[in-house]
C-alpha cells in the first residue's frame, strides 16, 4: 500500500543546516513535496519535485530524490528561529489525492 | 493572486449537528480537494473536485459530503456530527490538468462538544 514515513523531530543549531528524511512507498508517483506547517496554521508548499528529476534547488531549500531507494530529503541551509516548524512530506498517490507522512517538527537551538 | 480562503476559520457545534465550511481556490484553479487533520490520524484525504465533478473520494463515512460549484469555489458538509470530527480541515486548490502543486487555506477548526 502506499504510506510515507518521516522522523518526528529534528533538532539543529542555529546557521547549520537541517536535513528532513522522507521515505515513501508508490514507485508510481510523479510528484513528491515538502510543506511547512507553523502552529495554528494551514499548509505552505515550500518546494515540489517531478520524479523524472533528482533534484531541485531555490535559495535555501535543496531537494534530493534518489528513485531507486524512494528516498526525499529535503536540506535547509543557514537555518534560522523562523525555520522553526514541522515539515510534511508528501506524494502524490492514484487520483490526485496527496498520501502524507507524519511531520518532522524541526527544533532550532541557539 | 489571492491565496486559498476558508470560511468560517473556527466553529463549536455539538453531537449530532450538522455543518457546512466553504472554500474559495486561487483565482484560475478548478481542482479543490479537502483534507482532515488531527493529532492522532494526521492528515487524511476527503475528497477532490475537478469542474463541479467528484474525482476521488477517501475512505471517510458517507456523513462527509462535498460540492463544487461552477465558479470552483467548494462546500463540504458533515451531518451527525460526532467528538471525533474535531479536526482542523484543510482545503487545498490546484490548477489541476496536469499541474498538480496543491495550494493550501488556513483550515477551518471544528470543535465537536
Known amino acids: 500500500g502506499e504510506d510515507v514515513e518521516q522522523s518526528l523531530f529534528l533538532s539543529v543549531r542555529e546557521g547549520d543546516s537541517s536535513v528532513i528524511n522522507c521515505t515513501y512507498t508508490d514507485s508510481s508517483s510523479t510528484y513528491l513535496y515538502w510543506y511547512k506547517q507553523e502552529p495554528g496554521a494551514g499548509l505552505q508548499l515550500l518546494t515540489y519535485?517531478?520524479?523524472n528529476m533528482d533534484m531541485k534547488q531555490d535559495q535555501r531549500l535543496t531537494v534530493l530524490l534518489n528513485k531507486k531507494d524512494k528516498h526525499l530529503s529535503l536540506r535547509i541551509a543557514d537555518t534560522q528561529t523562523g525555520d522553526s516548524a514541522i515539515y510534511f512530506c508528501?506524494?502524490?498517490?492514484?487520483?490526485?489525492?496527496?498520501?502524507w507522512g507524519a511531520g518532522t517538527k524541526l527544533i532550532i537551538k541557539p | 493572486k489571492a491565496g486559498v480562503t476558508q470560511t468560517p476559520r473556527y466553529l463549536i457545534k455539538t453531537r449530532g449537528q450538522q455543518v457546512t465550511l466553504s472554500c474559495s481556490p486561487i483565482?484560475?484553479?478548478?481542482?479543490v480537494s479537502w483534507y482532515q487533520q488531527t493529532p492522532g490520524q494526521g492528515l487524511q484525504f476527503l475528497f477532490e473536485?475537478?469542474?463541479?465533478?467528484?474525482?476521488n473520494k477517501g475512505n471517510f463515512p458517507g456523513r462527509f459530503s462535498g460540492r463544487q460549484f461552477s465558479n470552483s469555489r467548494s462546500e463540504m458538509n458533515v451531518s451527525t456530527l460526532e467528538l471525533g470530527d474535531s479536526a482542523l480541515y484543510l482545503c487545498a486548490s490546484s490548477p489541476g490538468q496536469g499541474q498538480y502543486e496543491q495550494y493550501f487555506g488556513p483550515g477551518t477548526r471544528l470543535t465537536v462538544t
Open positions: 508528501a506524494e502524490m498517490g492514484s487520483n490526485y489525492q496527496l498520501i
Open positions: 519535485i517531478f520524479s
Open positions: 473536485y475537478f469542474s463541479e465533478t467528484q474525482r
Open positions: 483565482s484560475g484553479h478548478r481542482s
